[in-house]
Nanobody, 116 residues
Framework: QVQLVESGGGLVQPGGSLRLSCAAS????????MRWYRQASGKERELVATIWTGSLIGTYADSVKGRFTISRDNNKNTIYLQMNSLKAEDTAVYYC?????????WGQGTQVTVSS
């Protein structure tokens, strides 16, 4: 079955960096676009970044453009989210996501807290 397992979250000071990872299994990873979403407390889940199949280029929400970089390693069935210049408003649970034959799959999420 499809599994997405995120890791790499934690507590970081404003201006700091973190790298999130999402290990995928149960499907042909290289054939699917992958996404990172986040959900802050009391807010709706929002799309952060997308990486397409066979592409080294991602697309980003305006709020993270220039600070976050999404990437994928098709040999390791893993996507990453490099987050730099973190701000308090980046605090959220970050989720890995894929759509397969019209069905949404989500990981369990990893908490990112940006605070001094």
């Amino acid at each position: 079955q499809v599994q997405l397992v995120e890791s790499g979250g934690g507590l970081v000071q404003p201006g700091g960096s973190l790298r999130l990872s999402c290990a995928a299994s149960g499907f042909t990873f290289r054939d699917y676009a992958m996404r990172w979403y986040r959900q802050a407390s009391g807010k709706e889940r929002e799309l952060v970044a997308t990486i397409w199949t066979g592409s080294l280029i991602g697309t980003y929400a305006d709020s993270v453009k220039g600070r976050f970089t999404i990437s994928r390693d098709n040999n390791k069935n893993t996507i990453y989210l490099q987050m730099n210049s973190l701000k308090a408003e980046d605090t959220a649970v970050y989720y890995c996501h894929v759509v397969i034959t019209g069905r949404n799959y989500w990981g369990q999420g990893t908490q990112v807290t940006v605070s001094s």
